[in-house]
């Protein structure tokens, strides 16, 4: 049964950083593309980013590109997200997900595509 674990969550002013990780077991992660989503209260789930399962190409939403990094170690069958310049309207809970890459060059980022998914960390962000 595979497992996602996010960890990484917190409260932190406008301006600052956090790294989110997800770690993954149960799995071959090495075979896995990931993402990153986030939902806030009353919205719907949207998309943050995406890795695919040899960690090339990496595709964000508008709204977090040159903001965020996402990236990955398949030695630690971890995902990670680096998160800088937070804005108060990044605050949400944030979700990893994880489904089998049809290639090694495959990403995805519709909450559709995924079969796995992590119970989420949250990330309020102060004005």
């Known amino acids: 049964q595979v497992q996602l674990v996010e960890s990484g969550g917190g409260l932190m002013q406008a301006g600052g950083s956090l790294r989110l990780s997800c770690a993954v077991s149960?799995?071959?992660?090495?075979?896995?593309?990931m993402g990153w989503f986030r939902q806030a209260p009353g919205k719907e789930r949207e998309f943050v980013a995406a890795?695919?399962?040899?960690?090339?190409?990496?595709y964000y939403a508008d709204s977090v590109k040159g903001r965020f990094t996402i990236s990955r170690d398949n030695a630690k069958n971890t995902v990670y997200l680096q998160m800088s310049s937070l804005k108060p309207e990044d605050s949400a809970a944030h979700f990893c997900?994880?489904?089998?890459?049809?290639?090694?060059?495959?990403?995805?980022?519709?909450?559709?595509?995924?079969?796995?998914w992590g119970q989420g960390t949250q990330v309020t962000v102060s004005s």
């Open positions: 149960g799995g071959t992660f090495s075979t896995y593309a």
């Open positions: 890795i695919s399962r040899s960690g090339t190409p990496t």
């Open positions: 997900a994880g489904r089998r890459g049809l290639t090694s060059g495959s990403y995805y980022y519709q909450t559709s595509d995924y079969f796995y």
